[in-house]
Nanobody, 125 residues
């Protein structure tokens, strides 16, 4: 069992930056692919970024490519999302997720086994 706890959300002006963190419990964190998803009011949960267990592979949604960076520290059981050049369209609840499968990385939320409770990010114009 893995528990995920996100932090770092808040209110920021357009063009600003935020750094989200997700701390995981459990000794198998280093074997999981980790991802960030987000959900805006009235919209479905959407993929943001994913990183494989060794940090050798990352993948981003087109909407955040070049602005967001996902990283992880297996020694500290954490995964982070650095968000720069934020836009009002980035306003959402951001969720951290863990996928036990190690062969591939996926953008499909149904493939993820564990989820955090989410952290609110609000970008004002």
């Amino acid at each position: 069992q893995v528990q995920l706890v996100e932090s770092g959300g808040g209110l920021v002006q357009a063009g600003g930056s935020l750094r989200l963190s997700c701390e995981a419990s459990g000794r198998t964190f280093s074997t999981y692919a980790m991802a960030w998803f987000r959900q805006a009011p009235g919209k479905e949960r959407e993929f943001v970024a994913v990183i494989n267990w060794s940090s050798s592979r990352t993948y981003y949604a087109d909407s955040v490519k070049g602005r967001f960076t996902i990283s992880r520290d297996n020694a500290k059981n954490t995964v982070s999302l650095q968000m720069n050049s934020l836009e009002p369209e980035d306003t959402a609840v951001y969720f951290c997720a863990a996928d036990r499968a190690t062969a591939v990385i996926t953008t499909t939320p149904e493939k993820y086994d564990y989820w955090g409770q989410g952290t609110q990010v609000t970008v004002s114009s």
